[in-house]
């Protein structure tokens, strides 16, 4: 009998491994043994085989079929096609999200929030979002509700938010030239709006003048030159990345 202590484990080890056994003595190695006629006789099977796959692969091989023609590049889109697009998409978005939301289901928490998390994402902002989400709550808190009255107050509310600012904008004719300046965020469609203030303007036979600020952006220059050959408008502008003054 062996007085050899074990090795000590660890926690872990001992909770997870496993405990090392003695290893057993290896097999002895058999024996050569002869070869018998059944194996010499599939060696002889084998080189008449691969005598055989040499002769084929030796062969002229099959024509290749002929490569595909390269695709066309896709048309090229618009810059005014491209925001369109993307407008009818966000447009489409709010729609299509709306009908989900309010399509058979009661006015609680997880619908006020769905709706607000869905006006966030169609850029209505943080305050008009929980705004109108408020307001809808009104008096229809668990009652079912309509997506046509979803829009009806969302117009509403969309509505009352520009009205504080919707004032008619006078030029005196004894103050010229009159000058107008855009300043916003990217993205809030400053560009877009000038286009169409510049429509509004020489359709009252004014003379407009556009002049390009944002020289950073890019495409800036060339939109603020489209919209002035559509509305007939004077474009002056810098070269790309140039102080605009």
């Not at 939301?101 to 008009?128: C, M, N, S, W």
């Not at 890019?218 to 489209?226: E, M, P, R, S, T």
Request: glycine content about 10%.
């Amino acid at each position: 009998m062996s007085n050899d202590p074990k090795p000590s484990r660890g926690f872990f080890s001992g909770l997870f491994g496993r405990r090392s056994e003695p290893s057993a003595p290896e097999p002895a190695a058999p024996a050569e043994q002869p070869a018998t006629v059944a194996d010499e006789a599939a060696g002889v099977g084998a080189g008449a085989s691969g005598e055989a796959i040499a002769d084929a692969s030796s062969g002229d091989a099959a024509p290749l079929a002929p490569a595909p023609a390269a695709a066309e590049p896709p048309a090229k889109v618009g810059w005014f096609q491209r925001l369109k697009s993307g407008l009818a998409k966000t447009s489409s978005r709010l729609t299509e999200g709306i009908t989900s939301v309010f399509t058979k289901r009661k006015l609680d928490d997880d619908t006020l929030g769905e709706l607000e998390d869905l006006l966030i994402q169609a850029d209505l902002g943080v305050e008009t979002a929980m705004r109108i989400t408020e307001a809808l709550a009104k008096g229809r808190y668990g009652k079912s509700v309509t997506p046509e009255e979803v829009r009806t107050i969302l117009a509403s509310e969309v509505e009352k938010t520009l009205a504080p600012i919707a004032k008619p904008l006078v030029f005196e004719p004894s103050r010229r030239p009159h000058v107008v300046l855009f300043v916003g965020v990217n993205g809030t469609g400053k560009t877009t709006t000038i286009g169409k203030f510049a429509r509004q303007l020489t359709s009252q036979g004014k003379r407009v003048m556009l002049a390009a600020g944002d020289t950073f952006r890019a495409a800036a220059i060339d939109q603020l030159k489209v919209w002035g050959e559509r509305t007939g408008a004077t474009v002056i502008a810098r070269d790309v990345g140039a102080d605009a003054a």
